[in-house]
């Protein structure tokens, strides 16, 4: 008992240090993206059947849990698109974000319908976008204009269907409206390839913004962990690279870069301080490490190449297992245990030993780097709101091609299902908010986050109980999909695709609910089995 109660004292005492080391003045560079996102992408002759593939962790949970489907649209000569801004709000049950509106753009005269999660995700003609904020140089931050990140990615996948559509519309809207936001990486796949678009704004007071965008190639796979990743641009060759027409001058002008003197490298012009983040570069380091080994990269080096060749063709279940790493099988694992000395001066292992998350163990011990904003993070996170990993296939119609596999929550302690693009609704569940009035038992999400908070108690036990239902689950989705899919070719009629999309439409929402179901039905079981273990 004097042990156990040792070892607690000494782990309060652990914890109130870390949270004054939590208060402390953190750089303005890290203000826009303290949470972080991490977005991997696959060239389509990367992946094992030609798929081109984005990403994203949406990790932070001021983000909305809530997600539906916005249809495609007619909208008359002369409508006015409105466009809103996301800004913290703290006057609801819990933190979250408000979203006023804050001006008018001219609408198109059609808008294409797309999957709206906080940051949409696909739309109906399979161009899909993942996100990861990199912050940038504080005096790029714009205050004047009305575009910032999430009403970009909407207004891409509203009136574009291609990679470069996107990028060339993102450029033109901010130029002429102002781009409101921190430095962004966009990864942005269509039927045939893969883009990472970086874009900051202009200066305080000014309209504008400035930006980079760089091709994955065909046979290598990309990643964004909140670092600017591209360097050398050769604008020479648009087949693999795209700016603004300021994105030299800018660098010039503001002493950011020395022609004649010394290379221009986008990520050191404009978000330099990104680049000597460590929760930024090992996430860098492992998602190359898991899907090329071979190339035996340096752990901490400060730089790693744009994108790479894999070793083998990249699946669906490889990148899950990249989403849901914690370093393990490295030198950088994040379980470990809490050890404490007896009477005789002998090191043991204490009866608390890991009961924390792995990634939240240096929170801790301030291990490896330390944590937060300069030191160690894993991918996978517990304030997660969402992940999504999608499929962009040129060989199959848009209703069957395109699919995002999405998981709510902590992707360790999650499940992905397959939303494909042509679907017309959601289950209830996943529509419903889960934020604004807190804990709610209607909600998808909290099915989810009460299970992740529930497994962090005990995770080195927790984290098997929850594989062992979830993993048959998801191989059983995956090993499906090919057959799901040969069903809805079979009934596809391009004049008239209503059968395809009702079939697709009601296979998403049987594995929505079900998981659903399974997740709170997963943490009744932990209460019980761990009720005397907590």
């Given amino acids: 008992m004097k042990t156990f109660l040792k070892v607690f004292i000494s782990a309060i005492i652990l914890l109130a240090n870390n949270h004054l080391f939590a208060q402390q003045e953190k750089p303005d560079w890290v203000a826009g993206y303290a949470d972080g996102c991490t977005s991997i992408t ?56 408000a979203h006023p509106k804050i001006g008018e753009i001219p609408q198109v005269k059609y808008t294409y319908g797309f999957i709206n999660t906080a940051y949409p995700c696909m739309n109906d003609h399979q161009l899909a976008i993942g996100e990861s904020t990199f912050g940038g140089r504080e005096e790029l931050f714009s205050d004047k204009g009305l575009i910032d990140c999430q009403a970009l990615v909407k207004l891409m996948l509203e009136r574009t269907t291609t990679a470069r559509e996107a990028i060339k519309l993102a450029g033109e809207l901010t130029k002429k409206y102002g781009y409101v936001d921190e430095g962004e990486c966009l990864t942005i796949a269509d039927k045939n390839e893969v883009w990472h678009l970086e874009i900051l704004g202009c ?118 297992d990249c989403f849901k790493d914690y370093y393990e099988g490295t030198p950088f694992n994040f379980i ?94 996943y529509k419903t908010p889960g934020r604004t009035k807190g804990y709610n038992r209607n909600s998808a999400w909290w099915a989810f986050n009460r299970l992740g908070t529930l497994a962090a108690h005990r995770w080195g036990d927790m984290r098997h109980d929850l594989d062992k239902v979830w993993l048959p689950m998801q191989k059983n989705m995956l090993e499906n999909q090919k057959a799901v899919e040969q069903k809805a070719l079979d009934l596809y009629n391009p004049k008239k695709p209503k059968k395809t999309i009702n079939y697709l439409n009601d296979y998403t929402n049987q594995w929505g609910d079900k998981v659903v179901k399974q997740a709170w039905e997963l943490g009744d079981h932990l209460w019980t089995k761990y009720d005397e273990k907590f």
């Fill in 42 to 97: 696959v060239g389509k002759k990367a992946s094992v059947d030609g798929s081109v593939t984005t990403s994203h962790t949406c990790d932070s949970h001021r983000t909305r849990s809530w997600i539906d489907i916005v249809p495609a649209k007619k909208h008359k000569k002369g409508e006015m698109a409105e466009i809103f801004k996301r800004t913290n709000c703290d006057t609801f049950a819990m933190a979250t974000y």
């Fill in 336 to 429: 470990k245990d809490i050890t404490v000395t007896d009477k005789d001066g002998k090191t043991i292992i204490s009866p608390l030993a890991n009961p924390f998350m792995p990634y939240d163990m240096n929170k801790v011990f301030k291990i490896n780097g330390g944590w937060g904003w300069l030191g160690e993070r894993t991918i996978a996170r517990w304030y997660t709101m969402y992940g999504t990993i999608t499929q962009s296939r040129s060989w199959l119609p848009d209703e069957i091609g395109g699919v995002v596999w999405l998981a709510l929550d902590n992707i360790a302690s999650s499940i992905y299902v397959p939303v494909y693009s042509c679907v017309t609704d959601l289950p209830e569940s």
């Fill in 203 to 320: 200066g305080k007071g000014k309209i504008g913004s400035v930006w980079a965008a760089q091709r994955v190639p065909d046979d290598h796979v990309g990643v964004n962990a909140n670092a600017s990743t591209i360097k050398e641009i050769n604008l020479s060759n648009p087949d693999y690279f795209m700016a603004s027409d300021n994105v030299f001058s800018l660098a010039r002008e503001n002493g950011w870069w020395s022609p004649g003197k010394e290379t221009f490298r986008f990520c050191y012009a404009y978000a330099p301080h990104s680049r000597t983040s460590l929760a930024s570069r090992r996430r860098e380091w492992r998602v190359f490490d898991l899907l090329a080994p071979s190339l035996k990269l340096d752990p901490n080096a400060e730089n790693y190449p744009f994108s790479v060749k894999p070793d083998k063709a990249v699946s669906i279940d490889m990148i899950i």
